[in-house]
């Protein structure tokens, strides 16, 4: 069982910047690769951002790719969500996920293909 808990949201106004952190339980946090969704209300969760379990590997959804940065402190167990120029349409509850190696490879990120999620933590971002 891996718990994840994040941390790091808050108001913004737009233009501005904010690193979300997620720290994870897991004694074997390095087995897993660790990824960022987010969700705002009737809508589903979408995948921002996904590190592989070296750090190695780094995916970005196209609405944040170039904004966002994704990194990993495998000593620590944490995984950080470093957001630039932020948009209202950020605007959500972000949630830090996990995955581990029994997801079959070429899994897509989508939030059926991670095994552990944190409670979120909340973004807002004001024009």
Request: charge should be positive; hydrophobic fraction near 35%.
């Amino acid at each position: 069982q891996v718990q994840l808990v994040e941390s790091g949201g808050g108001l913004v106004q737009a233009g501005g910047s904010l690193r979300l952190s997620c720290a994870a339980s897991a004694r074997t946090f390095r087995a897993y690769a660790m990824a960022w969704f987010r969700q705002v209300p009737g809508k589903e969760r979408e995948f921002v951002a996904a590190i592989s379990w070296s750090g190695s590997n780094t995916y970005y959804a196209d609405s944040v790719k170039g904004r966002s940065t994704i990194s990993r402190d495998n000593a620590k167990n944490t995984v950080n969500l470093q957001m630039d120029g932020l948009k209202p349409e950020d605007t959500a509850v972000y949630y830090c996920a996990a995955r581990t190696f029994t997801v079959p490879p070429g899994t897509g990120w989508v939030p059926s293909g991670m095994n552990y999620w944190g409670k979120g933590t909340m973004v807002t971002v004001s024009s």
